[in-house]
Each structure stands twice: as structure tokens, then as C-alpha cells.
């Protein structure tokens, strides 16, 4: 049986949902295999958190020059798997860490790469929406392995429990890939909420917030869902960049997006228009993010929000 490797983010803690998102796709294809990268000694414990899934084996490798060089070194690790045990295709979480590995394993390896697929056939047939989700484009690699970068929340989680093999392999990272250091680096804040691109729900605020985004968060804490913003909310400095939606922020697909005094430009829609269900809060009926919502309110946001709200907490307790 053919062999696809999986690389998502297994963290010390546990796969998250995108790496069994991965998982699911990959097994249309073929047997999944998970790759770890960790650092000396911590290989073990950070693929004992691995069970669920359809995976397989788990191709455990142990180096601390993943955390000293980075992007460089885990791609030198996945080009010199990818060479010497040749999987049919590699599939990547679309994030950008994933996207810049996926490029470098392609180059090394001879290889095609497709990138933000949403959609990947058993016959590696992958599709990607395109100019705002307003096209579908379905493409095969033609040369060299697979290598696909799957957007997350486009596939549902196959989350059966897994006992995979364990195979250890030692690496030497090459010279070429250590040339840039890591000197320090800090992680994340991270709030309570559901990191935006792999959220199920996701509630965006926008110009209309006028820079309050007390009843957006409000809203977005009684879903456990995500906060995004448009990119006027972030120029003007009223949400982080890190939460833009769109063409120059990310990119979600999450079951449920709820934008709130945003009008939908085509550059807001292009982060978001592949979101399951869409439902929008705006003041003007004529606001032309109304053309692709599922449902919507023409209302004042901070008066439709509390309500939404309350409504929701009632419904819980
Ligand atoms: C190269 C380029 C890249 C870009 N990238 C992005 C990107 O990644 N993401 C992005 O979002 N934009 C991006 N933009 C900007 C984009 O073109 C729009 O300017 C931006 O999306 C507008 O944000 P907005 O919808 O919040 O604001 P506006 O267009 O000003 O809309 C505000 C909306 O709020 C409504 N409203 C006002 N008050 C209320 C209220 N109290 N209650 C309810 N509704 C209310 C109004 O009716 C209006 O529809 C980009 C632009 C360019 C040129």
C-alpha cells in the first residue's frame, strides 16, 4: 500500500485537530504515516500524545537543531525522509510554517508542490478555491512526490483512536540548513480562545466596531469561538494584526463565521467565503457582504450582540 506522510502539529501536549484532519485526507490516499520532529529526549512523550486518527506508524525523529535553525532544519529533515522512504505525497497543515517547509521539501526533492488545498481525491487530485473562493481549481502533481498543503477545517476529523508503530530514526541535519540561528523567541499570548484558523466558530468584527470590541468578544466567548477583524479594525490599531481575516491576513474556514459591521470587501471575503455557513450583523441592508450570507440581521451590532448573546448563555444554563 502506498505511503503518505503526515506532517501537522504535533505538539508536546497532544495532535491537534489538524493534524487528524491531515490524517483523514491522507488516508483516501493511501497509509498514513505521522511524522514527529522532536527535540532530543522528548520524542517519546510527544508521540505517546498521538492516538487518535487514522495513523498508522509515526516516524519519530529526535534533534535539537529543530529548535536552534527552525524552518530550515525541519525541512532538511522532511527532504531527507522524503528521499529515502518515498511516500506517494506529504500532506502539510496550510498554515504558514507548514506552507514554507512544503516549499523547501518541493525544491529539494524535485518536487511539485500545491498549496491551500481544500479538497484531495484518492487519486491525489487536489482542489483549491481561488480569486476569493470565487473559482475552483482542481490540479495533480505531475512530477516528483505529492507535496499538498491542506488548509485546516476542510476535512472532518476521523478521531477513532490509534496505536501507531513507532519507528525511530536518526538524522544529521546538513550544514547548509544551519546557516541562520535562532537567538531567542517567545511564544504566543495565548487568551482562552480557539487559535482563528483552526476554529470551529469564528465571530469578525470590523469598521462598525468602532474600535469597541467588548460585544464581538462577548458574543465570540458565549460560542467558544474565535475573534477575527477586519483589516480597518487592524490598521486602526483596535484589534491585533494577528487576527486580520483576509487576502493580507488569514485565511479561515470555519463552520460558523459571523461578521460584524464588516461590509465584505473582495479582500475580507478572500479569508473567508469558504466558511461553512456565513451569518452577518450589519447596520446596512444594502452592505454587499449580505450577497453571500446564509443568514443576516440588519441591525446595530451593540444591540444585536448582547441580545445574540444572552440568548445563547440562556440556552446553555
Ligand atoms: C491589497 C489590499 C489588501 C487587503 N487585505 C485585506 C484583508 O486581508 N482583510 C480585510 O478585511 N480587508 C483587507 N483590505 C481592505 C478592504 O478593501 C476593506 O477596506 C476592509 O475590509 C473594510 O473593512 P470593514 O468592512 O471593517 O470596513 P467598512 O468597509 O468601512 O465597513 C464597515 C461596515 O460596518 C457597518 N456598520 C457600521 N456601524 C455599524 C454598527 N453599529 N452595527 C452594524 N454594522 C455597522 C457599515 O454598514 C459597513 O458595512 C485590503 C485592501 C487592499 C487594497
Known amino acids: 500500500m502506498s505511503q503518505v506522510f503526515i506532517l501537522g502539529d504535533f505538539s508536546g501536549e497532544k495532535a491537534t485537530k489538524t493534524t487528524t484532519e491531515l490524517a483523514t485526507a491522507a488516508a483516501r490516499i493511501g497509509e498514513v504515516i505521522g511524522i514527529v520532529f522532536a527535540?532530543?529526549?522528548?520524542?517519546?512523550?510527544?508521540?505517546?500524545?498521538?492516538?487518535?486518527?487514522?495513523?498508522?506508524?509515526?516516524?519519530?525523529?529526535?534533534?535539537?537543531?529543530?529548535?536552534?535553525?527552525?524552518?530550515?532544519?525541519?525541512?532538511?529533515?522532511?527532504?531527507?525522509?522524503?528521499?529515502?522512504?518515498?511516500?506517494?505525497?506529504?500532506?502539510?497543515?496550510?498554515?504558514?510554517?507548514?506552507?514554507?517547509?512544503?516549499?523547501?521539501?518541493?525544491?529539494?526533492?524535485?518536487?511539485?508542490?500545491?498549496?491551500?488545498?481544500?479538497?484531495?481525491?484518492?487519486d491525489l487530485t487536489a482542489t483549491q478555491l481561488v480569486f476569493g473562493g470565487s473559482t475552483t481549481v482542481h490540479s495533480?502533481?505531475?512530477?516528483?512526490?505529492?507535496?499538498?498543503?491542506?488548509?485546516?477545517?476542510?476535512?472532518?476529523?476521523?478521531?477513532?483512536p490509534c496505536a501507531p508503530e513507532i519507528e525511530n530514526v536518526a538524522l544529521v541535519i546538513?550544514?547548509?540548513?544551519?546557516?541562520?540561528?535562532?537567538?531567542?523567541?517567545?511564544p504566543p499570548i495565548k487568551g482562552g480562545r480557539p487559535e482563528l484558523t483552526e476554529a470551529n466558530i469564528v465571530v469578525s468584527g470590523g469598521r462598525g466596531t468602532d474600535g469597541n470590541f467588548s460585544a464581538v468578544e462577548a458574543f465570540a466567548d458565549s460560542l467558544g469561538?474565535?475573534?477575527?477583524?477586519?483589516?480597518?479594525?487592524?490598521?486602526?490599531g483596535w484589534y491585533p494584526h494577528s487576527h486580520q481575516v483576509g487576502q493580507t491576513g488569514k485565511t479561515v474556514s470555519p463552520q460558523l463565521y459571523v461578521a460584524c459591521g464588516i461590509s465584505g470587501a473582495i479582500q475580507h471575503r478572500a479569508g473567508m467565503q469558504t466558511s461553512k455557513t456565513i451569518v452577518v450583523v450589519n447596520k446596512d441592508p444594502e452592505a454587499p457582504i449580505f450577497d453571500i450570507s446564509d443568514f443576516g440581521v440588519v441591525g446595530d451590532l451593540f444591540a444585536v450582540l448582547p441580545a445574540a448573546t444572552e440568548g445563547v448563555l440562556a440556552r446553555k444554563s
Open 39 to 122: 527535540p532530543v529526549g522528548l520524542g517519546a512523550s510527544m508521540a505517546a500524545t498521538i492516538n487518535s486518527g487514522p495513523i498508522s506508524k509515526l516516524i519519530v525523529v529526535e534533534s535539537n537543531d529543530f529548535a536552534a535553525h527552525g524552518v530550515a532544519a525541519l525541512a532538511d529533515a522532511l527532504s531527507q525522509l522524503v528521499s529515502t522512504q518515498s511516500p506517494v505525497a506529504v500532506l502539510i497543515a496550510s498554515h504558514a510554517l507548514g506552507k514554507e517547509i512544503a516549499g523547501r521539501v518541493a525544491v529539494e526533492t524535485l518536487s511539485g508542490i500545491i498549496t491551500d488545498a481544500v479538497d484531495i481525491s484518492s
Open 140 to 160: 495533480k502533481i505531475s512530477h516528483g512526490i505529492s507535496i499538498i498543503t491542506i488548509r485546516p477545517n476542510s476535512f472532518e476529523a476521523d478521531n477513532s
Open 174 to 186: 546538513s550544514e547548509k540548513s544551519k546557516k541562520a540561528t535562532i537567538t531567542s523567541s517567545e
Open 225 to 236: 469561538a474565535a475573534v477575527g477583524a477586519s483589516r480597518a479594525a487592524t490598521d486602526a
